[in-house]
């Protein structure tokens, strides 16, 4: 009963091929998050969802398409993947903005993706 | 922009002393401030939050203070073991809600 699960955890890919990582919350939560982290440990924020609708992009190339079939899941797809792109992603999950007390993120164990 | 300072080298302490660690941020007046832990290969976890108005927030063995006039936190861990170590991280939430911004973390090691 995981909370907040990506898939896959692994993923290792040639520079221009597309790709994608699904992500998938059950704990109800309206708000859903995509957080790069890159080798030197730092998470850094590039899309934020609230109920379906994208509310932060975090001046992400426009390689990286987010999408939210419906509250309890964010994808994101990314096209012509490069060298740069090599990091792990972590999808989370909060209940409204995240500026509200009781509205800790909860994350998934990351995808780490692997360009070569 | 906001900005968010971790002590970016790593921690070592013996079990059973007290860990702590610092979080400065600068360009914010955040409402509340987080702490997060992060184990390897896996995804941060929540810890605790303290409010602008709360000098001080305990959990267990966690403390965590507030100085809104330092624009510091510091994050206490009593009785250390080496089940705590790993990675702490500090986060601040944007004013208009739905961008949660990361200090880059420091590496507790606790020895035995």
């Known amino acids: 009963d995981t909370a907040v699960s990506q898939t896959p955890k692994y993923l290792v890919t040639q520079m221009g091929n597309d790709k994608s990582i699904k992500c998938e919350q059950n704990?109800?939560?309206?708000?859903m998050y995509w957080y790069k982290q890159d080798s030197k440990k730092f998470l850094k924020i590039m899309f934020s969802?609230?109920?379906?609708?994208?509310?932060i992009n975090e001046t992400v190339p426009n390689r990286f398409s987010p999408k939210s079939p419906d509250k309890a899941h964010l994808n994101l797809h990314i096209n012509s993947l490069e060298l740069g792109d090599s990091a792990v992603y972590f999808c989370a999950s909060s209940q409204g903005s995240g500026a509200s007390y009781n509205s800790p993120l909860h994350f998934g164990n990351g995808t780490r993706l692997t360009v070569t | 922009s906001q900005k968010i300072e971790q002590n970016s080298e790593a921690l070592n302490i013996q079990e059973g002393k007290t860990a702590t660690l610092t979080c400065n941020y600068t360009n914010y007046s955040p409402a509340y401030l987080q702490w997060y832990r992060q184990d390897p290969g896996r995804g941060p976890v929540f810890l605790l939050l303290i409010r602008e108005n709360e000098k001080e927030k305990r959990k267990e063995r966690l403390k965590v203070t507030f100085d809104t006039t330092l624009k510091q936190s510091l994050f206490h861990i009593t009785a250390s073991q080496p089940a705590d170590s790993a990675t702490y991280l500090c986060?601040?939430?944007?004013?208009?809600?739905?961008?949660?911004?990361f200090g880059a973390g420091t590496r507790l090691f606790v020895k035995a």
């Open positions: 986060a601040l939430d944007y004013t208009g809600g739905f961008k949660t911004i």
């Open positions: 969802y609230n109920n379906k609708e994208l509310i």
């Open positions: 704990l109800g939560h309206d708000t």
